[in-house]
């Protein structure tokens, strides 16, 4: 991974005392994931260019070493690759000074506006082109994004390219916080030291941001009470809006609220799961335990399973679901399992029939096979519930704009045809029949708002 800076501020050559770098030298730092490098490919007084390139350990990212002692689970990872929370660190670490608006030899120019291009590659884009728009270009830069492409198509790592006039303590400031906040990941442990971190790296300019609530949300893996800290300290008055989660809707159910469209969902896949016969079902992505709480009314389900990679989520859901308490289901009738859904997982795989329910939308587009092979490859229930947006009616919201998705986090929203394609791939590879229906009253050219798959064997 690299990020590359250039100006043609005149004399270009002020970059290398902005960055306190020599530009005829290669600069070298020790970090504890691998080692970064700044050079200069071009240094003179029309045009100046800066790099940072990473070389990260990836053996010593799973073993515990600059990866939060072992938070990193599998030698196969992207880590090594992507720009994400690492190369934040190494920003940090390289140029301290110019992220801090200091210069010993060009005190002025440190605060003064200055033409940048900057280039990011390869950048983990978890929302969708939308998604960076809305990050960067409230803060003046212009946005060029390219997605490289994948054996199945365009992937969910892209070539950045922003382009502005600002100072460069600014310009290295917004890229420290919304570089992890895109990837929706960080490589270590989340306290509240991150907090501080980012206000101290947000500062005025998150204040006035209209993603405050996103970019704080995604910068501390939505641990509300760390969000909850950090937006009382740069935007006391959106406190009330993160208060609680039955008080704040997410931007999805805020768009598809006059449809009530999740309830709607979930009434659907419980009496489908439940007209399958089935005594032991799995929610797979059960979030805080919504249609679970419906499944527990439905006497002829045994055993419920639910499974999430948030431990938080699950956590929410054991309260809700009032598990060891007095009035609770009967002990072992409910299992929660964290997990994720791209890793085998034999705990849940004795479920007859299984649910996801606005899941899939979550995953990169080439992690989908992991998640069809883990499903209907090794669990092979005798039924597979899907549900997931029909991207065609997106149309018809009002409020979200041409080609966005109805929610950030969404890596891609397919059309009715798109869905149809990817269930005739899992019928001819794993014997499954795929039945398709619309939720949620119909437009006679867009479909349903959501569109649900039952897949039978």
């Not at 794993?430 to 009253?441: D, I, T, V």
Request: net charge negative; glycine share 8%; with cysteine.
């Amino acid at each position: 991974m690299f990020l590359s800076v250039i100006t043609t501020h005149r004399p270009a050559t002020d970059l290398g005392f902005l960055l306190m770098k020599h530009p005829d030298r290669v600069h070298e730092f020790e970090l504890s994931f691998g080692k970064a490098s700044v050079f200069f490919p071009q240094a003179d007084e029309a045009c100046c260019e800066a790099v940072l390139a990473l070389d990260i350990d990836p053996v010593g990212l799973v073993r515990g070493r600059g990866a939060g002692d072992g938070l990193l689970d599998h030698y196969v990872n992207d880590r090594p690759y992507a720009a994400s929370s690492f190369l934040s660190v190494a920003l940090n670490r390289a140029f301290r000074s110019a992220m801090a608006g200091s210069s010993r030899e060009r005190a002025e120019l440190a605060a003064t506006p200055i033409p940048l291009a900057i280039r990011l590659t390869p950048l983990p884009v978890r929302g969708g082109e939308a998604l960076v728009r809305e990050l960067f270009e409230p803060l003046g830069w212009t946005v060029e994004l390219d997605f490289i492409p994948a054996a199945n198509g365009p992937s969910r790592y892209a070539d950045l390219k922003l382009s502005g006039t600002l100072t460069l303590a600014e310009a290295f400031n917004h890229l420290y916080v919304l570089i992890p906040v895109l990837d929706a990941d960080k490589h270590y442990w989340i306290g509240d030291d991150e907090v501080d971190k980012l206000v101290a790296k947000g500062g005025a300019w998150l204040q006035k941001h209209p993603a405050i609530e996103t970019i704080t949300s995604r910068y501390l893996k939505r641990r509300r009470g760390l969000v909850r800290a950090a937006l009382a300290k740069l935007a006391p008055e959106e406190i009330e809006a993160t208060e609680a989660p039955q008080a704040k809707e997410s931007r999805e159910e805020k768009i598809e609220a006059p449809l009530r469209l999740h309830d709607i969902r979930l009434d659907a896949v419980a009496d489908r799961l439940e007209a399958t016969g089935a005594t032991i079902i799995a929610d797979l992505g059960c979030g805080e335990g919504r249609l679970l709480q419906r499944l527990l009314r439905k006497r002829q389900f045994k055993t419920i399973i639910g499974l999430d990679a948030s431990s938080q989520s699950l956590q929410r859901a054991r309260e809700k679901l009032k598990l060891d308490l007095s009035g609770g289901p009967p002990e072992g009738r409910v299992k929660l399992l964290h997990g994720a859904l791209t890793y085998r997982d034999e705990r849940w795989h004795t479920a007859e029939a299984v649910a996801l329910v606005e899941v899939i939308e979550h995953l990169d587009p080439d992690r989908l096979p992991h998640l069809a092979e883990i499903v209907f490859g090794a669990a092979r229930p005798r039924t597979v519930v899907i549900t997931t947006p029909n991207a065609d009616y997106n149309a018809l919201f009002e409020n979200l704009r041409a080609g966005a998705f109805r929610h950030p986090d969404h890596r891609f929203e397919w059309t009715r045809a798109e869905m149809q394609a990817w269930a005739t791939g899992i019928e001819a590879r794993y014997g499954y029949r795929a039945e398709h229906s619309g939720l949620g009253e119909a437009d006679p050219q867009h479909g349903a708002p959501s569109q649900m798959v039952v897949f039978t064997r």
